[in-house]
């Protein structure tokens, strides 16, 4: 009996076998096992972000230095209120206003990898009030006002709609 059941299962899975082996050919088979080498080989070469979210910009206080701080090193071009302390971010404005659409930016030395970057301050506009931000004034690179192109004490949202000047956020936008 068991013999028996024994050769069926030897005859069903060779033929199994053969049907497998005549649908899919050889070259199909060394094509897809090369594909998928070439794909582990290849995959941690390719550029993707490595930093997984923790994009430079958003590196929380204490980390990279106190964001409260005016001698923090994405300030060293600055010349306004941190948004960080009237509801919005190092780099978010407060909700109810808008990004201005022309900045200052400056360039900045990052302590902690020696490194020069640029920093762009756009002004807030519009939104509500805030009480008492810290009020940073660094304009590294700053001229005198008669050289408009490099003079940084200026409402940037002269070029918005909305006019009114609420704070200024530090957005790293590359390497100098
Ligand atoms: N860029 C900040 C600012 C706003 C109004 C006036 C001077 C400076």
Known sequence: MIDRFLSW??????????????????RNVLATLGTAMMG????????????????????????DGDI????YWRYCALDGYLCSECGG???????GSEASTVSWVGTCRNPND????????NDCCGGGGCANPTFCFTS??????????LYNDINWCMANETKG????????????
């Open 9 to 26: 299962m030897d005859g069903a899975s060779e033929k199994a076998v053969r049907r497998t082996a005549m649908a899919v050919g050889r």
């Open 40 to 63: 582990t080989v290849l995959a941690p070469m390719l550029p993707f972000d490595r930093t997984f979210g923790k994009a430079m910009a958003q590196t929380p206080a204490g980390e």
């Open 68 to 71: 409260a701080a005016c001698d």
């Open 89 to 95: 971010t190092l780099t978010q404005c407060p909700p």
């Open 114 to 121: 020696d490194r020069d970057y640029l920093v762009s301050y």
């Open 140 to 149: 590294q690179g700053e001229r005198p006002g008669y050289r408009m192109g």
């Open 165 to 176: 000047y609420h704070c200024t956020v530090a957005v790293v936008v590359g390497l100098a």
